[in-house]
């Protein structure tokens, strides 16, 4: 996969947001504001790099891999920190903040896998065995 | 009127409660990650590896039972992940031996291909980690 501004920028809100919500739940907080806006910076990226990518798609840049499973890892991305933030609420303890941090890491591993769609080093089945030890290295 | 169930039901560290919410997160991922990539293998390339990409379908299932009935209260919700988490650790143990043992007949890879190897090994503790979860919040009968 192709190391892009846009993975790089996500995988740094979303591990910052992970790291966030460890150190809270850690200090046995309850979910706070903190917490809250760590989860909301991860949806504010995804919204920006859908966006973003409706932007370079209309400027004719190409997405290598299927659109519909590039968009379908988006949807489910953006998702992610509203499910998590509904999970977490249900039960208000510091071990929300542990739920909250799952969503962050979980997000990275998806814009990993987007990057590769985009980028057209999918996961074929005629890909070259080096390609295929990265993805494993990915945790894709 | 209260009744000792729901009593029970309310106490806050349960089986579903705490450590169990986020076991159940964890679960989760692992459903909605294993059912989307088996439903993409299937519908686009099942002619390539059909086993392989029925055993993701088995696997998704198996996320999906486990996580349902660990977010469930009651003894019989219990029971169902106890036996979904142990078909889990059978899979990934069978899978991951097999697929050391003979990688040309799983080239193709599913969630537990080489132990979990391409999730972080995720998938070879969940089962391990769910299992001492539902000993430790078993339910005296």
């Known amino acids: ?140 | 009127m209260s009744t000792p169930n729901t009593a029970k039901k309310e106490t806050p560290t349960g089986r579903t409660s705490g450590p169990g919410r986020l076991l159940i997160t964890v679960y989760g991922v692992f459903a909605i990650s294993a059912t989307a990539r088996a439903l993409l293998q299937i519908a686009t390339k099942f002619d390539e590896a059909p086993v392989a990409y029925t055993l993701s379908a088995f696997a998704a299932i198996v996320y999906i039972v486990a996580t349902v009935s660990l977010a469930k209260p009651g003894a019989k919700w219990a029971t169902v992940a106890t036996v979904a988490i142990c078909i889990e650790l059978l899979g990934v143990l069978v899978v991951g031996a097999l697929s050391l043992v003979d990688p040309a007949a799983f080239q193709h890879a599913s969630v537990w291909s080489k132990f979990g190897q391409g999730y972080g090994y995720i998938p070879l503790l969940l089962p391990i980690i769910g299992l001492i979860w539902l000993y430790r919040h078993r339910e005296a009968k």
Not at chain 1, 12 to 27: P, R, Y
Not at chain 1, 73 to 84: D, K
Not at chain 1, 120 to 125: D, E, H, I, N, P
């Open chain 1, 1 to 140: 996969m192709i190391l892009d501004a846009w993975f790089i920028i996500g995988a740094i809100v979303g591990l910052t947001s992970t790291v966030v919500c460890v150190v809270a739940a850690v200090m046995k907080k309850k979910p706070n504001d903190v917490t809250l806006l760590a989860l909301i910076a991860v949806e504010l990226f995804i919204v920006a790099y859908a966006i973003g990518s409706i932007i370079r798609l209309a400027n004719g840049e190409p997405l290598a891999g299927e659109p519909w499973e590039f968009w379908g890892y988006m949807f489910t991305a953006a998702a992610l920190p509203v499910a998590g933030f509904y999970w977490a609420m249900m039960e208000r303890t510091h071990w929300s903040n542990y739920v909250m941090s799952a969503v962050g890491v979980t997000v990275v591993v998806m814009l990993a896998r987007m990057a590769q769609i985009w980028y057209g080093t999918g996961l074929s089945a005629q890909a070259a065995p080096a390609l295929e030890s990265l993805q494993q290295g990915l945790g894709i």
